[in-house]
């Protein structure tokens, strides 16, 4: 069985933080691996273009989730209509193509021997088949470490549905690219990023670079440590020519597992960067020496 980047896949329920989409574990069968989902094909793409996006929520009331994505899509999303659901009404639906769907999953990698899992939100068309790791997958990127604090990344939560949906529109264009279907596709922009500027809170940098003289070392162009205030500010004005970094990997007591790294610009929404490596007593979970001295390479 091949190592899985991007393939979501559900966990034993250990892992979760909350009951998430308690029915996909009647439908799942939890597998230490699984086949990748299906990249779209010409026809899936002109299927997701007519189609009724479906936001699936949490069957919790008092789910900060469910506030936080609404609010995202709404004010956002804007390539297909939008209608919200529950997570039976997503079992009853997702064999519809009429149907597409953002939903919440918990994911884990083969290659990933820690036993950690992650928050991915997903993009996935719906479709006739037995399975829900079969529906066609147009994005799936990654939130936070399993068990995280929603508000690891409520605050970027808007600038993510815009990626999505740049994303999925880049899919639908360019349905036979299946380079698409890794996040790795955009590292063809990091020659860009030296004519930007870099918002990054200093959590998500390992101690070898967190602090300015410490990344000038290795990094020459526009870099601020900033607090997630900032960030806000700078996702909610699109400030032209900011990227911002999104980390996802382990924090607190859990110190292992996948650390994974983006760069994604305020502006237009787009990847400039992303590349994933293990957390372990070398390697901390954050932007590392390595990273800045690929993106100053060019």
């Known amino acids: 069985m091949r190592n899985i980047r991007f393939s979501c896949l559900l966990v034993n329920s250990y892992h979760m933080k909350k009951p998430l989409l308690l029915a996909f574990l009647i439908l799942f069968i939890s597998m230490a691996n699984a086949q990748q989902r299906p990249y779209p094909t ?7 273009v007519k189609s009724v996006t479906c936001v699936v929520l949490e069957d919790n009331q008092f789910s900060f989730y469910n506030s936080e994505i609404k609010d995202a899509v709404n004010k956002y999303w804007k390539v297909t209509p939008v209608r919200y659901i529950s997570e039976t009404e997503f079992n009853v639906m997702r064999t519809d193509p009429a149907y597409s769907f953002i939903v919440l999953t918990i994911t884990n990698f083969s290659n990933d021997k ?50 999505m949906e ?96 983006m760069l994604i610009g305020t502006d237009d929404a787009v990847m400039y960067y992303y590349d994933s490596h293990m957390v372990d007593s070398r390697n901390a979970s954050g932007l590392l020496i390595s990273d800045l001295k690929r993106l100053a390479r060019f």
């Open 166 to 261: 740049y994303h999925a529109q880049l899919v639908t264009k360019n349905p036979t690219t299946t380079a698409l279907r890794y996040l790795k596709y955009y590292n063809k922009n990091v020659p860009d990023i030296r004519n930007k500027t870099i918002l990054v809170r200093e959590n998500d940098l390992s101690p070898e670079i967190n602090s300015l003289e410490r990344i000038s070392a290795y990094y020459p162009y526009k870099v601020r440590i900033v607090d997630e205030e900032e960030i806000i500010r700078a996702v909610d004005e699109q400030a032209k020519d900011v990227l911002i970094v999104h980390k996802v990997g382990p924090d607190g007591v859990k110190q292992t597992g996948t650390c994974m790294k």
């Open 42 to 48: 010409a026809a899936d793409a002109e299927k997701f």
């Open 114 to 163: 820690s036993g950690s899992a992650y928050d991915f939100l997903n993009l996935l068309l719906g479709a006739d088949v037995d399975e829900l790791d079969q529906l066609p997958e147009f994005c799936a990127i990654p939130l936070s470490f399993a068990g995280a604090p929603e508000e690891e990344y409520s605050y970027k939560l808007g600038l993510i549905v815009r990626f």
